[in-house]
């Protein structure tokens, strides 16, 4: 893969974080939006109920996290479409065969710090990309605490290769943002 149009954000060890800028912007914010079946989701934590502050949908194999149980749903062409361009940019990463597909209404929604490390997740590579408002994703080691921030816009591809067991991430609050993003995280699950 010719990563000369790639922009290195970590490189420790086997883990690396690199962005290509705009490889998807041709794509249009209102036909995602459209496309997916957006649901809020309600988890529990300590035992108590809340709503996710983001909307999300599922494609691919059943799939757990938190107190969320997704069951196997199939995957669009449109989706399968933009899966094959993304797996162009990962050479070295497993087939991805299911999608999370994230919607930031505004500013208000977040993701807090996770890793995306279930067992039946490939750790090798995760690859997402971004549509609509630009937002700062960030990164942090999970012994050193040191951070790091990236700010994905229109288009741009996020790639994590091997991040999974000593790096957290998160989508922060940006309450000066009052425009939706959509992020579509590829994974390959196993099994
Ligand atoms: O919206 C993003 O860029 C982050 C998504 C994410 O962390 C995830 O789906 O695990």
Known sequence: MNRTASETILSEGAATCFVMRGV????????????IPWQQNAITVYGKEHLEPRLTAWMGSAYAYS?????????????LELRDAVQGF??????????LF???????????????????????CIASVSFGATRDFAIRHRQTKEK?????GHGDLLVMENMQRDFD???????????????????????
Not at 68 to 79: G, H, L, N
Not at 169 to 183: E, G, M, Q, S, T
């Open 24 to 35: 998807f912007a041709r794509e249009a914010f209102e036909a995602w939006h459209a496309h």
């Open 67 to 79: 107190s969320i149980r997704w069951p196997k749903r199939p995957i669009t062409p449109q989706v």
């Open 90 to 99: 990962c050479d070295a990463a497993p087939i991805f065969n299911s999608c």
């Open 102 to 124: 994230n919607l930031y209404r505004n500013g208000v929604d977040s993701m807090g710090w996770h890793r995306d490390n279930e067992p039946e997740i490939d750790p090798a």
């Open 148 to 152: 790091w921030m990236v700010s994905l």
């Open 169 to 191: 991430h998160a989508l922060p609050k940006r309450l000066k943002v009052h425009k939706p993003r959509i992020n579509l995280t590829f994974r390959a699950l196993r099994g």
